[in-house]
């Protein structure tokens, strides 16, 4: 599996999100999408790391760690999105409610910035600084890819 693949799994599992969130069986399939996507990119971030046996053990419990983690984050941007949705569909921006979303939006990129920061240290104490730059642009790269797909799926602010 390659990385584009992976992007490409990871920026339709969170496209699919808004679309799926309405439906039960739907809520389902995603479940089953964002497994598969995760499964895709964990063998994705082995290929290209080229790890020794020793590195990975001690890499995957921290890589396994981080994803956790993200998971929280990826839960407040899509809340913060969800939130956005709701008001823009209903018309219902205000200014209020906009300066709130964009409080949230900054402190979602801060806590996922400050969370990079935390994984990287803790990288930096068992892998070589290559390999530890090599994982965060591996990582950066599919976030990217992510907020690249939202960018364009979001309209702006009425």
Same mark, same amino acid.
């Given at each position: 599996m390659t990385i584009p693949r992976v992007l490409f799994l990871c920026v339709v599992a969170f496209a699919a999100v808004p679309i799926m969130a309405q439906d039960k069986p739907a809520d389902t399939n995603m479940q089953i999408l964002l497994e598969k996507v995760k499964a895709d990119k &964990?063998? $994705? $971030?082995? *290929?290209?790391?080229?790890?020794?046996? *020793?590195?990975?053990q001690a890499f995957w419990p921290i890589y396994d760690s981080y994803q956790k983690d993200l998971q929280v984050v990826n839960a407040r941007i899509k809340n913060t999105i969800y939130s956005y949705a709701e008001?823009?569909?209903?018309?219902?921006? =205000?200014?209020?409610? *906009?300066?709130?979303? =964009?409080?949230?939006?900054?402190?979602?990129?801060?806590?996922?910035?400050?969370?990079?920061? =935390?994984? *990287?240290?803790?990288?930096?104490?068992?892998?070589?600084? &290559? &390999?530890v730059a090599r994982y965060l642009q591996i990582e950066s790269k599919i976030r990217a890819a992510i907020r690249f797909d939202l960018a364009t799926a979001i309209p702006l602010a009425p």
């Open positions: &964990k063998v $994705v $971030v082995a *290929a290209n790391m080229g790890l020794t046996e *020793a590195e990975g008001a823009y569909n209903k018309n219902a921006l =205000t200014d209020d409610a *906009a300066q709130q979303l =964009t409080v949230e939006n900054i402190e979602n990129d801060l806590a996922e910035l400050n969370l990079r920061r =935390t994984y *990287a240290a803790r990288l930096a104490r068992v892998l070589p600084a &290559k &390999k």
